[in-house]
């Protein structure tokens, strides 16, 4: 599969398209690159074949490694420390979506240092455009690619908080399945079910309609068919494919619809616990279904047919579960409700849901995906 099209942003798409991204960075014109990564693929050599890809282009490449998941104030202002010392033309950003969303947070800060990476949440503080920024992810699921937003976490509250508009578009998203061969099973099934809730969110979100609900039903429809092979032969190239194709388009729809209760929650809850952010959407998505089914019933009976064996959507995505061995057990502390609950009803992402909670609610929505510690 190969695919060539243009949104917001240059989308290229097929196995083994890093190597085009020097080319890419050429053609723009820029000549100082500044690659964002974790420690663990700079461990794994992958920024350095970055690195050497984009060199042979006579281009002037340094390495930023420091992003850690749910990367927080301090990761950023790293990076962009990294960035004022270096000059980049654009920041190349590889990795999942933490890698992806500090090095958009970076570009955006990097580009109006008068402000606090939080001020800049209200778009009419930025008076200057993201340093362009290329995105090449390194998992299937997060959808930040290709979206205009950067998901940081605020220590202090703690939080998430969520900083986007157009300004923050990426230049070009070179999505390379072949990168995610080496993802294990297990992150392989969460991020993949991360993808999986973009689409079904976006589906019932307030703003959807009826072409971002056909993306959203093909988006699920790869996703159902191809996570399991994914997840257990994970060198199954077309299996990736398709699988990263799947999460392309739910990050598209996301980018157009917005998403619901399950990532206002979850975001709140990798926040404080700093747990992986597809795995709490995870367990969040059955008991916020149930929740909002009687909101969405038509919807959902529409989307049976995903489903081989055609019958309720919330059992066919128990037994979707199933099929993955998806069984895991997070704890939270009923200390932090309050919080963790007024944080929910003030996220963008609670906003387009279709059903709108209450406090008390969401209260016992978190106790019936988590384990409540005392």
């Known amino acids: 599969m190969s695919l060539s099209f243009h949104s917001k942003v240059d989308i290229r798409f097929s196995a083994g398209e890093t190597k085009s991204t020097g080319g890419i960075i050429k053609a723009a014109g820029w000549q100082r690159v500044l690659i964002f990564t974790d420690p663990r693929l700079k461990e794994l050599g992958f920024s350095q074949r970055l690195k050497e890809i984009i060199s042979k282009n006579n281009l002037t490449v340094e390495v930023f490694s420091g992003v850690k998941p749910n990367p927080k104030k301090e990761i950023i202002k790293q990076g962009v420390e990294k960035a004022r010392y270096f000059e980049p033309d654009v920041i190349a950003a590889m990795g999942g979506g933490s890698v992806l969303d500090a090095a958009k ?48 976490t605020d220590p202090g509250k703690p939080a998430k908080v969520s900083i986007g508009g157009e300004k923050m578009t990426p230049a ?86 917005g998403l619901g209760l399950v990532h206002g929650m979850s ?54 579960y199933n099929s993955l061995g998806f069984k895991k057990e997070l704890e939270i502390k009923r200390a932090d409700l309050p919080q963790l609950t007024a944080q929910t009803l003030e996220n963008v992402n609670s906003q387009t849901n279709p059903r709108k909670p209450a406090a008390q609610e969401i209260e016992e929505l978190f106790g019936r995906a988590f384990i409540i510690k005392e």
């Not at 294990?184 to 976006?202: R, V, Y």
């Open 105 to 152: 947070a970076a570009g955006i800060w990097y580009s109006n240092p008068d402000k606090d990476i939080f001020q800049l949440k209200d778009p009419g503080e930025r008076k200057n455009p993201m340093l362009p920024v290329i995105t090449i992810p390194t998992t299937a699921g997060t959808g930040s690619e290709i979206t205009s937003w950067a998901v940081i």
């Open 267 to 320: 975001h709140q809850v990798s926040a404080f616990y700093n747990y992986q952010h597809g795995l709490t959407n995870a367990l969040l998505l059955p008991p916020v279904l149930e929740y909002n089914y009687e909101y969405c019933k038509e919807e959902l009976q529409d989307l049976a047919g995903l489903f081989p064996e055609n019958k309720d959507f919330l059992e066919n995505l128990e037994r979707f």
């Open 172 to 257: 070009a998203a070179v999505i390379d399945p072949e990168l995610t061969r080496s993802l294990p099973s297990e992150l392989t099934i969460w991020t993949g079910l991360d993808a999986f809730s973009h689409a079904l969110e976006a589906y019932l979100s307030k703003f959807a309609n009826a072409f971002i609900q056909e993306i959203c039903y093909l988006a699920m429809k790869r996703l159902i068919k191809y996570l399991p092979r994914a997840a257990d032969k994970r060198k199954d190239l077309t299996a990736r494919t398709e699988v990263m194709l799947g999460s392309l388009l739910a990050g598209w729809a996301m980018e157009n619809a």
